[in-house]
T-cell receptor
Framework: EAQVTQNPRYLITVTGKKLTVTCSQN?????MSWYRQDPGLGLRQIYYSMNVEVTDKGDVPEGYKVSRKEKRNFPLILESPSPNQTSLYFC??????????FGPGTRLTVL | EDKVVQSPLSLVVHEGDTVTLNCSYEVTNFRSLLWYKQEKKAPTFLFMLTSSGIEKKSGRLSSILDKKELFSILNITATQTGDSAIYLCAVEAAVTSYGKLTFGQGTILTVHP
């Protein structure tokens, strides 16, 4: 089944403790992206990647890092999480037709 | 900075009503406009529009793009309770091979029986 998977689905952590949210897709898509969704603000793009080793900043990249060492994986790294990074995070991938497939979401709470 | 504004932010209707959701945008190097439906989980793709004036249709949903006036509408006819969701509009800017997506804040649609 074609899908985008994210782990963990839910995470509660404390300020400053490094964490990684994994994202994997099995559709051989070149384009992958991370978003955060906050009430009243819609989805905001954090980082995107057009292919292996090619990444670029979206609209809200501060406090986040990404890497794209393999085509299928695009982890999101929070080196020192802060409470304002409490949000719902989505990973997405798309092929050349640009229809984005979204993962199930990761709900992160930073205390 | 690219910008997408959706209106209304929230809409409550009764089953059978027709609704029109609006999306206006400002983007450099426009490539496409996309509509998504989000229920209690991840957004799911509805339409992608690239050409002005050509209606995309799927069942009771339809959408059209006006590239001159920089907006799109999403129409839902004969609404059902299952149409209750957040509807998201996104605009893709052409960067290199792929575009950067900017989303609007969404319209929350509630359909009462």
């Amino acid at each position: 089944e074609a899908q985008v998977t994210q782990n963990p689905r839910y995470l509660i952590t404390v300020t400053g403790k490094k964490l990684t949210v994994t994202c994997s897709q099995n559709m051989n898509h070149e384009y992958m992206s991370w978003y955060r969704q906050d009430p009243g603000l819609g989805l905001r793009q954090i980082y995107y990647s057009m292919n292996v080793e090619v990444t670029d900043k979206g609209d809200v990249p501060e406090g986040y890092k990404v890497s794209r060492k393999e085509k299928r994986n695009f982890p999101l790294i929070l080196e020192s999480p802060s409470p304002n990074q409490t949000s719902l995070y989505f990973c997405a991938s798309s092929g050349r037709d640009n229809e984005q497939f979204f993962g199930p979401g990761t709900r992160l709470t930073v205390l | 900075e690219d910008k997408v504004v959706q209106s209304p932010l929230s809409l409550v209707v009764h089953e059978g009503d027709t609704v029109t959701l609006n999306c206006s945008y400002e983007v450099t190097n426009f490539r496409s406009l996309l509509w998504y439906k989000q229920e209690k989980k991840a957004p799911t793709f509805l339409f992608m529009l690239t050409s002005s004036g050509i209606e995309k249709k799927s069942g009771r949903l339809s959408s059209i793009l006006d590239k001159k006036e920089l907006f799109s509408i999403l129409n839902i006819t004969a609404t059902q309770t299952g149409d209750s969701a957040i509807y998201l509009c996104a605009v893709e800017a052409a960067v290199t091979s792929y575009g950067k997506l900017t989303f609007g804040q969404g319209t929350i649609l509630t359909v009462h029986p």
